[in-house]
Each structure stands twice: as structure tokens, then as C-alpha cells.
T-cell receptor, first 111, second 114 residues
Framework: GQQLNQSPQSMFIQEGEDVSMNCTSSSIFNTWLWYKQDPGEGPVLLIALYKAGELTSNGRLTAQFGITRKDSFLNISASIPSDVGIYFCAGPPDSWGKLQFGAGTQVVVTP | DVKVTQSSRYLVKRTGEKVFLECVQDMDHENMFWYRQDPGLGLRLIYFSYDVKMKEKGDIPEGYSVSREKKERFSLILESASTNQTSMYLC?????????????FGPGTRLTVL
């Protein structure tokens, strides 16, 4: 099955900072998904990527589909307190719609 | 808007008790999933269902069973709860397997087994 390595595991950042996290796969993907989980809630899809090299933004969040098709990056610019949460990457769904998730990156924003 | 609801946000049970976690979705989705979430381990799939009365094991099915008697409802059952099943449990649903379909998650149930 898919093996996803997501890093870093956690990051403590100051408000206003830019942050970056990444995910690598042991296999080639045709889709990368990035989810965010707010404290006490379920994950919500932020960005979906479908083509190698694709760069997609959602507000201050930008995600890139790596050209090797084995990695993806998520950047948060000018972080604010509501960026706190856990960010998960995921690969393409299988024939059952199942997703394999990375272990998550916990983001803590300090004023 | 898609809505996935879970019966409880917080639950405290004793070792050996039978525990039912309920999940309901309102979008007529075929596929439903149960995950558990533990720090540093991400989301691990317990069971999923692709149709009424159909179920498949995920990555960590031991100690759990599921029931899907109606399309909108997917239940996770802990036959005899143990302390190592203390965790956050998340339910999700999706309409199908095409790459543009995302999984929609419920808010989670934080289960503590004493």
C-alpha cells in the first residue's frame, strides 16, 4: 500500500511567519490532497492537486504537486492564530474511495 | 452542505463494556469509513463500508466490528472496550472513488476507557 512520510511532525511558529511542510510517497501519485483539522473537529479538505507541477492556492495556503509525483508541499504565509491545527496530506483514493493519510503536522501559532 | 454527524463528542466507558459509536451522513454517500486518531500516528482506518450490509476491514480492525443496516448510518462497535482503545474516533463518508471525490468527516468522538 501507499507509504506517506509527512514532516515535520510539529511546528511552533510566531504569528506572521511563513511555514512549510511536506509529504513524500513511496509510489507515484496522480492526486495529492491536503486536509486541515481544527482543534476538536474533523479534518476538512483544503486543497486538491491533480497534475505534476501544479501550484494551487486557497487564501494564504499554497500547495504544490512535486514534479517527481512522489511529493507535495504545503505553505502557509503570514500565519495567524486560526492556522493552529493538524495538517494532513493524503494520496489518491483507491477503488473503494479509501485514502492513506500522512501522520500529520501539528501547527501551533504563538502571538 | 454535506453533513456527517457522530452521536457523541465525548464518551467515558469502563473496561469490558460494549460501546456503540454512531455516524450518520445526509448526502446519500455509498462509502463510509471509521478511523481512529492517535498522536503521531495520524488517521488509521478501522473499517469501511461501500454499501448497505457490506463491510471491509481496514488497517486495524482487531477489537472492533461495524454495522451498516441503512445507507446513511454506519456504526462502530467495541465488543469489550479496553484501555488501549482510548482514542479519538472519526467517521467519514464519500460519494465514490473518482479522484475528485473527497472524504467528509464528522467532528469526532473522544472515547476514554477507564
Amino acid at each position: 500500500g501507499q507509504q506517506l512520510n509527512q514532516s515535520p511532525q510539529s511546528m511552533f511558529i510566531q504569528e506572521g511567519e511563513d511555514v512549510s511542510m511536506n509529504c513524500t510517497s513511496s509510489s507515484i501519485f496522480n492526486t495529492w490532497l491536503w486536509y486541515k483539522q481544527d482543534p476538536g473537529e474533523g479534518p476538512v479538505l483544503l486543497i486538491a492537486l491533480y497534475k505534476a507541477g501544479e501550484l494551487t492556492s486557497n487564501g494564504r495556503l499554497t500547495a504544490q504537486f512535486g514534479i517527481t509525483r512522489k511529493d507535495s508541499f504545503l505553505n502557509i504565509s503570514a500565519s495567524i492564530p486560526s492556522d493552529v491545527g493538524i495538517y494532513f496530506c493524503a494520496g489518491p483514493p483507491d477503488s473503494w474511495g479509501k485514502l492513506q493519510f500522512g501522520a500529520g503536522t501539528q501547527v501551533v501559532v504563538t502571538p | 452542505d454535506v453533513k456527517v454527524t457522530q452521536s457523541s463528542r465525548y464518551l467515558v466507558k469502563r473496561t469490558g463494556e460494549k460501546v456503540f459509536l454512531e455516524c450518520v451522513q445526509d448526502m446519500d454517500h455509498e462509502n463510509m469509513f471509521w478511523y481512529r486518531q492517535d498522536p503521531g500516528l495520524g488517521l488509521r482506518l478501522i473499517y469501511f463500508s461501500y454499501d448497505v450490509k457490506m463491510k471491509e476491514k481496514g488497517d486495524i480492525p482487531e477489537g472492533y466490528s461495524v454495522s451498516r443496516e441503512k445507507k446513511e448510518r454506519f456504526s462502530l462497535i467495541l465488543e469489550s472496550a479496553s484501555t488501549n482503545q482510548t482514542s479519538m474516533y472519526l467517521c467519514a463518508s464519500t460519494g465514490g472513488a473518482i479522484s475528485t471525490d473527497t472524504q467528509y468527516f464528522g467532528p469526532g468522538t473522544r472515547l476514554t476507557v477507564l
